[in-house]
């Protein structure tokens, strides 16, 4: 994963410029230990409130050890509110467990390796390689957005990283992840029973 950790900082700091780099290596290089919180991403979502669905979708992608490892993260977890966005049908076929897969690289596509409190991406712009391999194409000109979603509570602390509420489910945009946006109801079966 830190070869993960220096994509992303070299893509964001050719992006954003060279005082940008300095910033993103210390960011990076911050021990887990100093941060705030005592409990990790996974267990810090379930007890906020706003991330039921989050938590079920994480269950259901298997991915509750992988984010309970030690990171750190930054994870742009989406809401409630935001999982509410998506037409129903949607969610509920993503999380089947025929779907897993597409849940899983969805949900790693919202996790960053290495740690960067929202006041970092203030006034830059650029781009990280998050865990499941899409971009995120960060704007922090006025308050902080990635992929076109807003973070609406920034900074919660967790003891492998951080966390940033955002207001939308970041869906892939490439060709090679699109069967995220919609996932296989049948696997089997001719095109005419669809």
Do not use: C, W
């Not at 379930?46 to 930054?74: C, V």
């Amino acid at each position: 994963m830190k070869t993960i950790l220096l994509a992303a900082t070299a893509a964001f700091a050719l992006a954003a410029g060279p005082a940008l780099a300095a910033t993103e290596a210390k960011t990076a290089a911050a021990p887990a230990a100093t941060q705030a919180g005592t409990a990790n991403i996974v267990a810090t979502a379930r007890a906020d409130g706003e991330f039921s669905t989050l938590t079920k979708a994480i269950e259901a992608a298997g991915l509750t050890q992988e984010l309970s490892a030690a990171g750190p993260y930054t994870f742009f977890a989406p809401t409630d509110a935001a999982f509410a966005k998506l037409p129903p049908e949607q969610l509920a076929s993503l999380m089947q467990p025929a779907n897993k897969e597409q849940l899983r690289t969805l949900l790693q596509n919202h996790v960053v390796d290495g740690q960067a409190k929202a006041d970092y991406f203030a006034g830059k712009a650029g781009e990280m390689t998050a865990l499941g391999g899409g971009k995120l194409a960060l704007d922090g000109a006025s308050g902080v957005k990635v992929n076109g979603a807003t973070v609406v509570k920034a900074d919660i602390a967790a003891s492998n990283g951080v966390i940033h509420a955002i207001d939308t489910v970041m869906l892939p945009t490439s060709a090679a992840q699109a069967a995220v946006q919609a996932p296989a109801e049948v696997e089997e079966g001719s095109s005419d029973e669809k």
